[in-house]
């Protein structure tokens, strides 16, 4: 079937999506290696917004150009007929870029299905939106699991597998971080990092090809840890939330995905609860952001110490939703 795209909705208003970012409660890198994930979306969002426009934006930002070549790829495979249109477009976004939040998926995630819409006048099943948002993120990032994508487009608390490059099981899961935890969980500033996150997972692959048994040791304990956060979330068992989180750290630092700094943080910080590093980590310098799982009793002197050092910080606030149309 051939669809005629851009006649009735040239003049149409502003399509705008939103879309969150992730924080990885457990599972980051052994994820890469078929190795369960889970993770959930967060309150910090990307707005992309395009219109019609006579002439095409000069100085595209990197990646949005190759997202507009996926989609049209795409549509014209799909009997669509495309032809490359003006537009001018807006992006704002208050998830701090490369510090463990998926700052990269969502803007994949928001501007495939903005550009999916633009192209074709119609909207497109998160399904079709999340496979090519995960084509994007490939030519980011390398080699990416697909798991930043997938949360940030279902949304809310997302276990998540890589069998195959072909099939993946992304279970949205029917419940979410406990209501009662809200008060507890933080997400803490470790310091910068120099690498990109396809650098961080191309050095735990060269770990792994030297000592393969040593590291298949480590994924399989990590798949076990990330069951035991599950389970904790399911349960609403705060001890074993915290001891899976503290657990999942250890296995981290015996990666190598986290350096000096952050281990520094990681021990001042153990102070007033679990914590662990979250998304690919960081070796040179700082490692992103910080997931801690905060004791009630010392909530209030976290947040003292925090500001009293001037380290940034976010009470993680979950998000249910993932991409939408706005
Ligand atoms: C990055 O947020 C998470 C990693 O596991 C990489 C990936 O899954 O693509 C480090």
Redesign the pocket.
């Known amino acids: 079937m051939l669809h005629l795209a851009g006649c009735w909705f040239r003049f149409m208003t502003v399509i705008k999506y939103s879309s969150p970012g ?1 924080v ?1 409660l457990s ?6 290696y078929g190795k369960p ?1 889970l993770a959930s979306s967060i309150n910090l969002k990307l707005h992309f917004s395009i219109q019609d426009d006579k002439k095409r934006p000069e100085n595209l930002p990197k990646g949005l150009d190759l997202v507009e070549r996926i989609v049209v790829e795409y549509l014209s495979k799909n009997g669509f007929e495309i032809a490359l249109r003006g537009f001018n477009y807006k992006i704002d976004s208050d998830i701090p870029i490369s510090e ?1 939040f ?1 700052s990269s ?1 969502a803007f994949s995630v928001a501007t495939t299905a903005a550009f999916l819409e633009f192209y074709s006048g119609r909207k497109f099943e998160k399904v079709v939106i999340n496979q090519l948002a995960y084509e994007a ?1 490939k030519m980011f ?1 390398e ?6 994508n997938s949360v940030s487009c279902f949304g809310g608390l997302v276990y998540f597998r890589k069998e195959t490059e072909f099939l993946k099981t992304i279970h949205s899961l029917d419940f979410y971080l406990p209501e009662k935890w809200k008060n507890s969980l933080f997400m803490v500033f470790s310091g910068s990092r120099r690498e990109t ?1 396809a650098e ?2 191309a050095s735990v692959k060269q770990l792994y090809l030297k000592d393969p048994e040593n590291y298949l040791k480590i994924f399989n304990q990590i798949e076990d840890c990330t069951k035991e956060v599950l389970v904790s979330c399911k349960t609403q068992d705060f001890d074993l939330f915290k001891k899976g989180v503290n657990r999942n750290q250890e296995l981290l630092e015996k990666l190598g ?1 986290i350096g000096k700094i952050g281990i520094e943080k990681v021990r001042e910080l153990q102070n007033f609860g679990s914590v662990k590093m ?4 960081g070796v040179l310098e700082g490692s992103g952001y910080l997931l801690v799982v905060c004791d009630p009793e010392k909530k209030d002197s976290l947040i003292s110490y925090l500001n009293q050092y001037k380290i940034k910080f976010y009470p993680l606030i979950p998000d249910s939703r993932g991409l939408m149309k706005i």
């Open positions: 992730k990885i599972g980051e890198h052994s994820v890469v994930a463990g998926g998926a993120e990032h080699n990416p699991s697909g798991i930043d996150t961080l997972v995905v979250t998304g690919a980590g």
